[in-house]
């Protein structure tokens, strides 16, 4: 990415994220959307303020290289959450390709210049890559919620089992329940 | 999932706000995973509940009496002649909003509907339309609406999302009670047969075998044999319980997850191990009894006279037994049931005797009137006065911060002697932040017969506040265990962690005295009750113990 959409987007930052971070909330109900961008308490709004964070990282980290690794720390938490919530998988995802059109709208003066265009060009395809990761994150917590619930269940009639006395020994079938972070 | 999927030209049209409609246009959508599936109908017909039948909730038709309507009306007129409080309730709400964004399914679902205060809209809007004069005459623009089958399949939907942990009443400026709201909502549904499974069932094997599983007496006994024997292998030291004993000093009760889910069961051989230890050294005569095999009492989500009916079983086995007095477990909602509805439902139990603690002479004057006392206080107050002999070193690889139980904290105000105890038997103990703990603190996501595996959905949004702020001391101390004192919560917060904070196990506090507590006769203790190395202990060098 050329220094000039950079220092134009960092010039521009808080704004884009303030707008960036309006548009994602405002995938929830309004009163929701109101409540997830007043309250600023961390513990009374989890879900906003675990929102905004993310958002203000990974623009930071879009305007690096695009580092997987570090991506994926701040974008698993945001999409953890809306794996669980009541989306869609294109409506849990859709906040990131939102970003497109809030540079678009934010830097519409700057972006007429077409230096600036080829820049942005390249810049929206680091989104798109930071969206299919989101896929792939999302997939993940959807995988592990399925996960949870089938060890639940698996124990539960395993204990039955046991208790009826139909395991001969514990020692060698009990299952183990891995607790890892998918 | 699958049938949710958009289609390719839904998917092209990119909506990016929600509708703005008000909450009583907005249609309810019941959704996979937020619901728990409908109650087996030989469980209600077991307690002798109505409309026994089997149905679905994502089916069309309900399969309700004909006169349904009839019946929910009449039932609302005779709950609010009967509950004061529940016509307080209706009548005062000025909707400030101070309740709104306090409950956890509101945080973590981002549904407006979970608001206590749409919430308990559900029910005052028909309240308005059939019982007040205003709400006839203005009708929506008064806030009242005809009950229907949509509402009240609304209704089942939202009364089955709340936890009646009483977090928004902590809130509202006029003390309004919106748990007690959800209670005569989910009483008014079972009059027309509309429960769920995860309550319905654990009532009738409560009511017919003396516990939510169904577990019968010499399976019970079994289970605690095994216990016995794990102990052994632990400790060196075999236990002997006492069971059904007549004439004992003191009746010991607790939820049946501690005798059969992990890891309520370390928790149970905690106990286990206590009893011991007071009965060599003192001389302390506790038993426990395979018939009131259950403190907890769904019967609690069901109705008045259901929740009557399971409690009166412990007091009818405290009498059997001729005990003094009953010591209960770490549990939630059977110690909301015993503070605030046993001593007008089935109290006073005036055949026990006032609770004096045979060690240490301490009168537990709280428990004066339903003579039954809660554990963690009755080893707060062995440790105040050095009746225990304890190494607290053995639980140095835990850093621990301790949820308060929603019952236990907001239903009988136990802030401090669980915490005292854990800072007596851990040397690692670190807090939560201040509006996540005590009276302020946060559901587990599961209470109130919601702990299904059908909705993991609904479990983990509404446990996301709760594991927020568990996720917070993690990456700031380290902290690695969450101790609690309730079954329901030792049963929910593992797979909560498991999925927002996979790195935190989950304890009760009597598993942590148990690990800490030095029994006569005992071997080197490598292991504690999970059969994990103690680290340092066994194989180590004293350098690497220091770390």
């Known amino acids: 990415m050329g220094k000039g959409l950079k220092r134009l987007i960092e010039d521009k930052k808080n704004q884009i994220i303030k707008t960036w971070f309006d548009a994602s909330v405002q995938t929830y109900a309004p009163d929701t959307a109101e409540f997830l961008k007043g309250q600023k308490d961390p513990f009374a709004n989890p879900v906003g303020n675990t929102t905004i964070n993310g958002l203000t990282f990974l623009l930071d980290q879009l305007l690096k290289d695009f580092d997987r690794k570090t991506l994926a720390t701040y974008l698993d938490p945001i999409i ?38 080829h820049e942005l060009s390249a810049f929206e395809s680091k989104i798109d890559q930071l969206c299919l990761l989101a896929f792939d994150i999302y997939m993940e ?10 060890n639940e269940t698996r124990n539960r009639i395993f204990r039955a089992f046991e208790r009826a006395g139909l395991v001969a020994d514990t020692a060698v079938y009990q299952p183990k329940v891995e607790k890892t972070r998918t | 999932m699958a049938e949710e999927l958009p289609k390719p030209e839904e998917l092209i049209q990119i909506q990016h706000h929600s509708p703005k409609t008000d909450w009583i246009s907005t249609p309810t959508n019941i ?64 909707r400030c909003g101070a309740c709104a964004d306090k409950c956890h399914y509101f945080i973590g679902t981002g549904d407006p509907k979970n608001m206590p205060v749409l919430r308990a809209e ?17 009708g929506k623009l008064n806030g009242a609406r005809p009950m229907s089958l949509d509402v009240l399949k609304e209704w089942w939907y939202y009364l089955f999302q709340c936890s009646e942990c009483r977090r928004c009443s902590v809130f509202c400026p006029y003390g309004i009670d919106t748990a007690e709201i959800t209670i005569m ?19 009738a094997n409560c009511y017919r075998t003396g516990n939510h599983l169904g577990i019968q007496p010499h399976a019970f006994i079994d289970m605690l044999d095994f216990f016995v024997d794990d102990i052994e292998e632990v400790t060196g030291v075999r236990v002997e319980p006492q069971f059904n004993k007549k004439g004992a000093d003191i009746l010991f009760i607790t939820p049946s997850g501690d005798v059969f889910a992990d890891p309520g069961t370390y928790t149970c051989m905690g106990y286990m191990m206590l009893f011991h230890y007071l009965q060599e050294k003192y001389g302390f005569d506790i038993t426990w009894s395979t018939y ?55 109290g006073p139990a005036d055949f026990l005797e006032e609770p004096v603690s045979p060690i240490t002479g301490t009168k537990f004057e709280n428990a004066k009137s339903t003579k039954m006392v809660h554990i963690t206080e009755f080893t707060a107050d062995l440790i105040k006065h050095g009746k225990l002999d304890l190494d607290p070193s053995r639980n140095d690889h835990l850093k621990v911060t301790y949820h308060d139980s929603c019952n236990t904290s907001r239903g009988m105000g136990i802030f401090d002697e669980p915490r005292y105890v854990i800072q007596n038997v851990c040397n690692h103990f670190y807090e939560m ?15 109130a017969g919601l702990n299904a595996g059908e909705d993991m959905e609904l479990r983990l949004t509404g446990g996301l506040p709760r594991a927020n702020a568990v996720k917070y001391v993690h990456e700031k101390h380290g902290v690695n265990m969450l101790a609690c004192i309730c079954a329901i919560d030792r049963a929910a917060l593992p797979p909560l962690m498991d999925y927002w904070v996979p790195e935190v196990n989950v304890t009760g506090v009597h598993e942590l005295v148990a690990n800490a507590l030095n029994l006569a006769g005992q071997n080197d203790r490598t292991i504690d009750l999970r059969h994990e190395d103690l680290p340092g202990i066994e194989g180590e060098s004293e350098e690497e113990a220091d770390e």
Not at chain 1, 93 to 103: C, D, H, M, N, P
Not at chain 2, 122 to 138: C, E, K, M, P, Q
């Open chain 2, 292 to 346: 009131a095999s259950e403190g907890g009492n769904f019967g609690f989500f069901t109705s008045h006279e259901t929740m009557k009916r399971l409690n009166s079983k412990m007091y009818a086995e405290a009498k059997r037994l001729g005990v003094k007095w009953i010591l209960g477990g770490e549990c939630g909602h059977m110690w909301r049931v015993i503070n605030q509805y046993m001593d007008t439902m089935n």
């Open chain 2, 122 to 138: 559900l029910l005052r809007s028909v309240y308005r339309n059939d019982f007040t004069r205003a709400g006839r005459i203005l």
């Open chain 2, 31 to 94: 959704r996979k995973g937020m619901y728990c599936y409908a109650s087996n109908p030989k469980s209600v017909e077991y307690v002798g509940l109505p409309n026994a039948r089997e149905w679905n909730p994502m089916e069309e038709d309900w399969k309700l009496p004909e006169n349904w309507q009839e019946i929910i009306h009449q039932g609302f007129k005779e709950r609010l002649e009967r509950f004061r409080s529940f016509k307080v309730f209706m009548d005062i709400c000025v």
């Open chain 1, 80 to 117: 953890r959450i809306r794996a669980v919530q009541n989306f869609t998988p294109s409506q849990a995802t859709e906040f990131i390709i939102s970003l497109k059109q809030v540079l678009r709208n934010t830097l519409k003066k700057e972006l007429q210049e077409i230096q600036l265009a």
């Open chain 1, 141 to 150: 917590c959807r995988e592990k919620i399925y996960e949870i619930g089938a």
């Open chain 2, 185 to 203: 909502g989910r009483e008014l549904l079972n009059l027309i047969g509309l429960n769920i499974d995860w309550i319905a069932t654990p009532v």
């Open chain 2, 433 to 447: 932040p201040a509006n996540t703990i005590r009276e302020n603190t946060f559901c587990c996501g599961s209470g």
